[in-house]
């Protein structure tokens, strides 16, 4: 009998303590989506003013690439075409061996950023759903301004990995 203010009292503890961790996330954030890791928020309206440069006039924009070690060809498609600003939305990516075979069942991870603002993706973007013949579903896709995106992909096949990065230009 003794116990039983204890165990009531962590019982509500717990009960509360995942509430009060995402709420207090929120409340840092300003919005629900959560900034990428590694990358500074602090610095970047000090970058934006000293960022003067041109985008690279070489920049491969393409929407299909082979990765990195030439392991796979990958081809994106955006469902919101063009893609406009500060819209959420997802694209398809589809992933072949460098023989042109789908490749299904990969362990996908996506990562980028604005490579001369020096942050990264506003949002978490992430596989969401295997779509068959080497496709999945990314869902997540935002940018929250004009310029030059990178966004990358890191493949795992289970036999291969290899990483791609894509280039965007929003205008
Ligand atoms: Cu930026």
Known sequence: MKMFPTVL???IAFALAPASAA????????????????????????KMQAYTGEVPHNLDTGSRRFTDHGMFSVD????????AINKMHSWVLRVRSKDGKPIDGAKIVIDGGMPQHGHGLP???RVTEALGDGKYLVEGMRFSMNGWWEVKFDIDSGHHKDSVTFNLVLK
Do not use: E, Y
């Open 9 to 11: 009292f962590l019982a």
């Open 23 to 46: 709420d207090k996330m929120k409340h840092n954030h300003g919005v629900s989506d959560t900034p990428q890791k590694g990358h500074g928020m602090s610095g970047h309206d000090k």
């Open 76 to 83: 994106i498609a955006s469902r919101l075409d063009p893609v």
């Open 123 to 125: 949002t978490k973007p």
